[in-house]
Each structure stands twice: as C-alpha cells, then as structure tokens.
Nanobody, 118 residues
Framework: QVQLVESGGGLVQAGGSLRLSCAVS????????MAWYRQAPGKQRELVGS???????NYVESVKGRFTISRDNAKNMVFLQMNSLKPEDTAVYYC????????????WGQGTQVTIAS
C-alpha cells in the first residue's frame, strides 16, 4: 500500500502564494507518476498537473505559468508551488499517485483546503 499525506493548505489573499507538500510512504517502488487534483465546491474533481519519475510535467491550462509541480525522490516528497493565486483556485487539493502499469491514479491523500480571498 501507498500512503499520501498533504500539507500546506490555508487562507491567502488573491495574488499570494502557497506551497503544498505531499509526503509519500509505503510500497512506493513502482510508483511512477504523481499528480495534484483539486475539487471546488459543487464541481467535479479536476487534474491540476502531474509529474513523472524523471521530472516531466503537465498542467491544466488554467494554472500554466502560475503553478509548478516538483518532486524530491530522495525524500519521497511532491510539491505544488502556487503563485498569483485567484479566488477560483479555491478548492480542496489532493495528491495522487499511480504505478507505471496503471492509467488511473490508485492512491490518494486526504486533501488539504486552499482558500483564496478576493
């Protein structure tokens, strides 16, 4: 099993920054791609971005240029640096992981609330 624990959420003003962290533990030997998702009230969960084991990243259009995903494989950590935050970024943010052989994300954290005040 793989455990994911997010931290770093909070309340910030529009235009501000936050850095979310995701600690990964357990049987992680086959984990390849890590991702950040978010779910705003009344909306479906959406993929924010992902990062592969060799550092390749992808982002949803709405966060490109503002959000950056990184990982520290030695410390089993994944990060989401969020800059120029907007009220529409308000959501619960989830860390997710999948093995190389899987297309769907199998492992999820409990989520961390991010609230952006206008």
């Amino acid at each position: 099993q793989v455990q994911l624990v997010e931290s770093g959420g909070g309340l910030v003003q529009a235009g501000g920054s936050l850095r979310l962290s995701c600690a990964v533990s357990g049987n992680i030997s086959n984990i390849n791609t890590m991702a950040w998702y978010r779910q705003a009230p009344g909306k479906q969960r959406e993929l924010v971005g992902s990062i592969t084991s060799n550092g390749g990243t992808n982002y949803v259009e709405s966060v490109k240029g503002r959000f950056t995903i990184s990982r520290d494989n030695a410390k089993n950590m994944v990060f989401l640096q969020m800059n120029s935050l907007k009220p529409e970024d308000t959501a619960v943010y989830y860390c997710a992981a999948r093995r190389m052989t899987e297309q769907k994300y199998e492992y999820w954290g409990q989520g961390t609330q991010v609230t952006i005040a206008s």
